[in-house]
């Protein structure tokens, strides 16, 4: 009698692996969110539950816009696990310019424009692989 499991023609391993291979993948996925540093800072002063607003406003609506991409699905899939990366970018201009960036590469994002003030506060990458983007966002600190 052979031992292990009998597995079905053309399948090389067990599918409990295949499902762990597949939720390390969704492990290494990052949600990027690129907030304005001038928001919280003289003349702007905005308090800090505004600045974090933008933040939640950018990541969901990114998270919704790209909702059927399967590493969105696998991100979100994460619960407790998933990983979020919030840095800054100087100001409007900076945010801009690499909304602009990231478009001529593709990468899916939303910005987030403040209403009824019509400002851009905010973008938030879908989630990715980190190795895919890190390269568009390297220049960029951690928010503090």
Request: with cysteine.
């Amino acid at each position: 009698a052979a031992s292990g499991p009998h597995l079905p023609v053309g399948c090389a391993e067990p599918y409990s692996s295949m499902a762990a291979a597949g939720a390390a993948a969704a492990a290494s996925l990052v949600q990027y969110v690129v907030l304005r540093g001038d928001l919280a800072r003289p003349p702007l002063s905005w308090p800090l539950g505004a600045v974090v607003a933008q933040g939640c406003h950018a990541a969901l609506a990114a998270a919704h816009a790209y909702r059927q991409h399967p590493d969105t699905r696998a991100y979100l899939e994460l619960g407790g696990a998933m990983r979020t990366v919030v840095l800054e970018a100087p100001h409007e201009a900076a945010l801009t310019e690499l909304a602009e960036t990231l478009k001529q590469h593709s990468i899916d994002h939303e910005v987030w424009t403040e209403q009824p003030d019509n400002m851009t506060t905010c973008l938030a990458l879908r989630p990715y692989p980190k190795e895919q983007v890190h390269q568009h966002l390297k220049k960029l600190k951690l928010l503090k």
